[in-house]
């Protein structure tokens, strides 16, 4: 990754920064390449039992890359339809479809005001956007909203307080974690996936979940960052955080380094 000393930002009111764009998307490709992540991915896909003919739709479509796979199993005669309310990776995910020769469209949009009519799709998929929601209740409704009667919904995300961080000072590590997701709208949105499917009409069928654990690169990039910031909001001191470093780079060294969250997986249908 290049270097970079801001967090991205995936929260929809401050997408559209240029400078960032380059960042997030090595970011969104670091992440899709998790082990853990495509474990979930996979078991999602099968879950929705798309077809061919299916139309689908995956919401905070970033990069695309669950578009095309989506659009693989739907073929010719389906849709696949990726929405993001951030230009930069629209055109990021378009110039993606067109190298890989795969037809799908990619449509500027809110999860809040999706702009489709009513029993659009066979299945829609949300990963990791609730966490950055003030209203999930109301992108539930959305999306109940553009399912056809029986269609299936999968709502992916992490729940934060499964972050493990080893080794290291316990205090610093909850300094850390504080400090980082302190502007995390919804940062245990992993559990509240099943109530918020169910209070939006739709009946959960199935509940995955996979450990998204990060390599020794993770030190050298977002959590340096993450540190960065709680050392500027007086979380952590500069020493704190210098022997912390230390004590995770000397950890990896010697192969007792762990960093990880838990994502979950719900897929339900609407009756």
């Known amino acids: 990754m290049t270097e970079h000393t801001a967090e991205p930002s995936f929260h929809a009111d401050r997408v559209g920064d240029e400078e ?115 209203h999930p209740g109301r992108a539930t409704a959305e999306i109940a909203r553009v399912l056809r009667p029986g269609g299936r919904a999968a709502l992916i995300d992490s729940d934060w307080s499964t972050a493990i961080i080893h080794p290291g000072d316990p205090d610093v590590v909850a300094a850390l974690l504080e400090s980082w997701l302190a502007q995390t709208a919804n940062r245990h949105s992993g559990r509240r996936l099943p109530g918020l499917l169910a209070a939006a009409g739709l009946t959960v069928d199935e509940i995955g979940a996979d450990a998204v654990v990060w390599d020794r690169t993770f030190i050298d990039t977002m959590l340096a960052t993450g540190l960065e910031q709680a050392v500027s909001a007086g979380a952590v001191t500069p020493d704190q955080r210098e022997r912390f470093l230390s004590e995770l780079a000397r950890g990896a060294e010697a192969g007792d380094y762990h960093c990880s969250v838990t994502m979950f997986a719900v897929v339900a249908h609407l009756p």
């Not at 919401?59 to 951030?86: F, K």
């Not at 799709?121 to 949300?126: I, K, M, P, Q, T």
């Open 20 to 134: 960032q764009q380059e960042f997030l998307v090595e970011v969104l490709d670091a992440q899709a390449a998790l082990p853990g992540v495509r474990r979930l991915r996979e078991w999602t896909r099968a879950a929705l039992e798309i077809a061919a003919g299916d139309r689908v739709l995956d919401i905070g479509s970033g990069t695309g890359s669950e578009v095309l796979a989506m659009a693989r199993l739907a073929g010719a005669g389906g849709a696949a339809v990726g929405v993001d309310p951030n230009p930069g990776m629209l055109t990021e995910a378009r110039a993606r479809a067109a190298a890989a020769g795969i037809a799908a469209e990619f449509v500027e949009g809110s999860v809040y005001g999706l702009p489709f009519p009513d029993d659009s799709f066979d299945a829609v998929r949300c990963e990791r956007v609730y966490q950055h929601l003030d």
